[in-house]
């Protein structure tokens, strides 16, 4: 084969999955930029996928995209000329045996610069087709450009408190290059001139010692850092395990991701692939929380697509705050609980408040679909959610699906399952009408029954009262309820009935019970008026 012009600048390119097709194409339009610098080609390498009824080939490739969608893909994107490299031992993505492959072209076309995004994949390919080349690798590219017609990587150095610029000390040599995955913008431009051409490797052979025994797809779970919408990162100002824990419980109730910097990561508190920065996760979510880091350029490499970024720190000092949307100067320890601790109420009294409302003319309030995401910030499935506040999943998955709406003792163990005080549910400051110059908290729940804090603002506190109103003729809640404490009911208007674990109260006007509320207990109205009781309250 004759060799093509050494003013060749490539890109790998990754078929397993759209995301990390992505990336390539990110990675293009840099090589693209760097090869009008050199007046040379953007090239793009894709290893085929042999057909279906290949026997070394991966029995369900799924999520891959395909070699004629990339290929199209890729020139209508900047890739002024597409290699196919086919050889029936690429069916299998392995880095031994496409770094064989990637030496061969590259012995053959000698490029000025192969360049790969910085994916645990690309970086052992990376690496091992560099060394079988003799060639020189620059790993963690955060740019390149040309300079004096030499590539110029700027790359993080001395742990990540500085960029330093590096080259290849052989300039007539094939260079090779990992860089951020999010280094460019795909390049709305078609290559020039858009040619395939397709390279049999014949000599490729499977080599021997290492074998693939198994395949599969990464679990979810694990794979949802980079695509999160919010990010809560926790570095090395945490000081220790027990305290990165913060982290977590933020970031679940945010329905966030966890990530860390380096420190965490080294010290066990976090596994490594909750890592951010120039060696591990880029991430760019629409709320990023960057909390006792300091800031250094290899972390911060990791975070620059971030919408919006909030920083808590207790080094006013701290480089973080020169990139940060917002910053905080605080002990995280002190800050995080009750930052955690205010979102769960929030979120509480969303749930609350959508439950109040009527419903609509298609009976969906909303509701459901609010406990769903709130479960799903727990990481709980259906059946935990359902023992956590002693329900059955079958009435669980009736509430997500808004097909019943549930008694507010279910809003009450849900707050005690989120650790969110229950007089949460009973105060709202948004709807706090001023009477008598006290506040007084109303706040509709079915149209059995309603609830009136007498005690505002007093949700946090051991005693709370209230003011509890139930239709003639109808039962508080449908089941009975219990909870942690004492109970204290004194009837105001009307004739109740309290029903006291297997026993039958009937109360009068001016008449009362108190009672350990821990025994399963309901109220039911036996008047043809409504039934007034204040309640009193008390948890340890």
């Excluded at 490499?301 to 701290?318: F, H, P, S, Y």
């Excluded at 709980?380 to 097909?403: C, H, Y």
């Excluded at 009136?452 to 089941?479: C, D, S, W, Y």
Aim: proline share 6%; hydrophobic share 40%; net charge neutral.
């Amino acid at each position: 084969m004759e060799k093509k012009p050494a003013t060749q600048i490539w890109t790998y390119v990754d078929l397993r999955n759209n995301k990390l097709f992505g990336f390539s194409l990110n990675v293009l339009s840099k090589a693209r930029e760097l090869a009008q610098a050199v007046s040379g080609k953007a090239v793009v390498v894709i290893m085929n996928l042999p057909e279906r009824d290949n026997p070394k080939r991966l029995p369900d490739p799924k999520g891959w995209i395909s070699v004629n969608a990339a290929t199209e893909d890729c020139i209508a994107h900047g890739a002024d000329q597409v290699y196919v490299l086919d050889n029936p031992c690429l069916a299998r993505p392995r880095a031994d045996i496409y770094a064989l492959a990637m030496a061969d072209a590259v012995r053959t076309y000698s490029p000025m610069l192969v360049l790969f995004a910085l994916t645990d994949f690309g970086r052992e390919l990376a690496a091992r087709a560099a060394r079988i080349n003799n060639s020189g690798l620059i790993a963690d590219c955060a740019d390149l450009r040309i300079d004096k017609q030499m590539v110029v990587a700027m790359c993080p150095s001395w742990g990540g408190q500085i960029m330093a610029d590096i080259t290849f000390s052989d300039n007539l040599r094939t260079g090779f290059a990992t860089v951020q995955p999010h280094i460019a913008k795909p390049a709305n431009v078609r290559g020039n001139p858009g040619t395939v051409e397709r390279i049999s490797l014949d000599n490729l052979e499977t080599p021997s010692g290492p074998a693939l025994i198994s395949s599969s797809v990464e679990p979810e779970e694990h794979r949802k850092l980079e695509d999160a919408k919010v990010v809560v990162v926790g570095g090395a100002g945490m000081g220790n395990a027990d305290n990165f824990r913060l982290v977590r419980e933020l970031a679940a109730v945010l329905g966030g991701e966890p990530g860390a910097t380096r420190p965490p990561v080294l010290q066990h508190w976090v596994d490594e692939g909750r890592l951010i920065g120039q060696t591990g996760k880029t991430v760019q979510p629409d709320l990023l929380l960057s909390i006792g880091t300091s800031g250094a350029a290899q972390y911060t490499a990791g975070i620059t697509e971030a919408k919006t970024i909030v920083a808590i720190n207790r080094d006013q000092n701290a480089p973080i705050f020169q990139i940060a949307d917002l910053g905080i100067v605080g002990d995280a320890k002190t800050f995080l609980p009750l930052l955690t601790a205010r979102i769960k109420q929030v979120t509480m009294r969303v749930l609350a408040d959508v439950l109040s409302e009527e419903k609509g003319a298609e009976g969906r309030t909303g509701f459901g679909m609010k406990v769903r995401k709130l479960r799903q910030t727990q990481n709980w499935s259906v059946e935990i959610l359902a023992q956590n506040t002693g329900q059955s999943p079958e009435f669980i998955s009736q509430v997500e699906n808004d097909e019943v709406t549930p008694p507010v003792s279910f809003l009450l163990r849900l707050a005690r399952a989120f650790e969110v005080d229950p007089g949460t549910f009973l105060h709202e400051d948004e709807k706090t009408v001023i009477r008598n110059q006290r506040a007084q908290a109303f706040v509709k729940r079915t149209q059995n029954y309603s609830y009136q804090a007498l005690t505002p603002g007093a949700e946090n506190e051991h005693l709370r009262a209230f003011m509890v109103t139930i239709e003639p003729r109808k039962t508080h809640k449908p089941v009975a309820y219990k909870h942690e404490g004492e109970e204290f009911i004194l009837v105001m208007e009307g004739d109740l009935q309290l029903t006291l674990g297997s026993k039958a109260f009937r109360l009068k006007p001016g008449e009362s019970m108190h009672f350990n509320s821990e025994i399963p207990h309901k109220l039911k109205s036996l008047s043809d008026e409504t039934t007034c009781c204040a309640v009193v309250l008390y948890t340890p």
